[in-house]
């Protein structure tokens, strides 16, 4: 089970909008992740998740929710969890 207290999000200037949304599918794309063992972190500091232009929210919680699997699995060193 993935346990997250808080999510901060930085998006693009205009898209404060969709913020609530992109969060709820990024918590709903780490929620089918297959994950493995136990660990805990106190922060997880992500580099920049880039996607086209015209890329839709779940594509963008796609990517931030797989940006956030390589980063546990890097700190875990794993490859994927």
């Given at each position: ?43 997880l ?6 996607v ?5 929210d ?24």
């Amino acid at each position: 089970m993935l346990k997250i207290d808080r999510l901060r999000l930085s998006l693009p200037p205009g898209f404060e909008p969709l913020a609530e949304r992109i969060a709820r599918l990024v918590a709903d794309e780490l929620a089918g992740l297959p994950l493995q063992g136990d660990a805990h972190f106190d922060r997880l500091t992500l580099p920049t998740v880039e996607v086209g232009q015209r890329a839709t929210d779940r594509q963008v919680a796609g990517a931030v929710a797989g940006s956030v699997a390589s980063g546990m699995a890097a700190h875990l060193g794993r490859g994927k969890p």
